[in-house]
C-alpha cells in the first residue's frame, strides 16, 4: 500500500478553479493507479476520474470536460485540476490508490487519503 496525502481544497465561487494534489509515499508510486473520488453531506462515496500508470484517464460523465487527472511520477504526486467548478461539485474529495487500473469502482482502491474540503459557493 501507499500513504497518500491531499491538498489543495478550498472555498471558491460558481465558474471557478482549484487544483488537487496528492502526495503519495511508501510502495512504488508508478506502479499505482490513481483515482479520486468525492462524498457530499448525506451522499455516497462516488467516483470522479482515476489515472493509470500509463498515464490513461477515466472519467465520470458529471465532470467530463470540467475536470483533468494527472500525475507526475518523478514527484510522486497525483493531481485534479477542476475548472468550471458548480454547487453541486461540493464534497469532501478523496484521493485512492490501486495495483489494479483506472477503474471507476470503488472496491479496486486499497490505499486512501484523509479527504480535502471542497466548497463551491453559488
Known amino acids: 500500500q501507499v500513504q497518500l496525502v491531499e491538498s489543495g481544497g478550498g472555498l471558491v465561487q460558481a465558474g471557478g478553479s482549484l487544483r488537487l494534489s496528492c502526495a503519495a509515499s511508501?510502495?512504488?508510486?508508478?506502479?499505482?493507479?490513481m483515482g479520486w473520488f468525492r462524498q457530499a453531506p448525506g451522499k455516497e462515496r462516488e467516483f470522479v476520474a482515476a489515472?493509470?500508470?500509463?498515464?490513461?484517464?477515466n472519467y465520470a460523465n458529471s465532470v467530463k470536460g470540467r475536470f483533468t487527472i494527472s500525475r507526475d511520477n518523478a514527484k510522486n504526486t497525483a493531481y485534479l485540476q477542476m475548472n468550471s467548478l458548480k454547487p453541486e461539485d461540493t464534497a469532501v474529495y478523496y484521493c485512492?490508490?490501486?495495483?489494479?487500473?483506472?477503474?471507476?469502482?470503488?472496491?479496486?482502491?486499497?490505499?486512501w487519503g484523509q479527504g480535502t474540503q471542497v466548497t463551491v459557493s453559488s
Open positions: 485512492a490508490a490501486t495495483p489494479t487500473g483506472a477503474y471507476s469502482q470503488i472496491e479496486y482502491y486499497n490505499s
Open positions: 511508501g510502495r512504488t508510486f508508478s506502479r499505482y493507479a
Open positions: 489515472i493509470s500508470w500509463s498515464g490513461g484517464t
